[in-house]
T-cell receptor, first 112, second 116 residues
Framework: GESVGLHLPTLSVQEGDNSIINCAYSNSASDYFIWYKQESGKGPQFIID?????DKRQGQRVTVLLNKTVKHLSLQIAATQPGDSAVYFC???????????FGAGTRLAVHP | EAGVTQFPSHSVIEKGQTVTLRCDPI?????LYWYRRVMGKEIKFLLHFVKESKQDESGMPNNRFLAERTGGTYSTLKVQPAELEDSGVYFC??????????????FGQGTRLTVV
């Protein structure tokens, strides 16, 4: 079916290390992908997006990589900080980009 | 500028009762979306408004759910009668123009609905 899933439900990292959160998608027709961060009691917050004509995009401390061959998306967070602790969702754009398909989420726990 | 606000933040109702969730999008945002996340599962699309018109309601689970956006400003999502499986967190998001890919969609904090 058309769904976006995640390899790891929970990721624990040490403060200062780099984090990599992975996501697999099944709809090869999807051409827009977003990473969201959700902190406790808040709604999803946009982090970074990427279109299928790109394989890498960088933001502030974050990098998204897209591998269309294997339908894989990853979010890299450099020098992970305690404030990065949250649930991270990948999502793919569908239906003219007005309908997002979300993955189940990965919880990132940053330890001092 | 105020973000997307949702009310209430929590609601606990009995099976068979009616609940109405409200979403106030960012002022001037024509696009309004409803999503929900049931326990342990993905956030799923419910529907999309462009101003007061329903652009896409393919994600609405059944006819117990009714969404409105009179006047193209705030939106309500009514569940009547509520069932146990309706429990979850209901998110609203808005964006200014085009689709989500054209401008960032801002999400509200969500309404946690518990049906007992």
């Amino acid at each position: 079916g058309e769904s976006v899933g995640l390899h790891l439900p929970t990721l624990s990292v040490q403060e200062g290390d780099n984090s990599i959160i992975n996501c697999a998608y099944s709809n090869s027709a999807s051409d827009y992908f977003i990473w969201y961060k959700q902190e406790s009691g808040k709604g999803p917050q946009f982090i970074i997006d990427i279109r299928s004509n790109m394989d890498k995009r960088q933001g502030q401390r974050v990098t998204v990589l897209l591998n269309k061959t294997v339908k894989h998306l990853s979010l890299q967070i450099a020098a992970t900080q305690p404030g990065d602790s949250a649930v991270y969702f990948c999502a793919e754009g569908s239906g003219g980009y007005n309908k997002l398909i979300f993955g189940a989420g990965t919880r990132l726990a940053v330890h001092p | 500028e105020a973000g997307v606000t949702q009310f209430p933040s929590h609601s606990v109702i009995e099976k068979g009762q009616t609940v109405t969730l409200r979403c106030d999008p960012i002022s001037g945002h024509d696009n309004l979306y409803w999503y929900r996340r049931v326990m342990g599962k993905e956030i799923k699309f419910l529907l999309h408004f462009v101003k007061e018109s329903k652009q896409d309601e393919s994600g609405m689970p059944n006819n117990r759910f009714l969404a409105e956006r009179t006047g193209g400003t705030y939106s309500t999502l009514k569940v009547q009668p509520a069932e146990l499986e309706d429990s979850g967190v209901y998110f609203c998001a808005s964006s200014s123009q085009g689709g989500i890919s054209n401008t960032e969609a801002f999400f509200g904090q969500g309404t946690r609905l518990t049906v007992v």
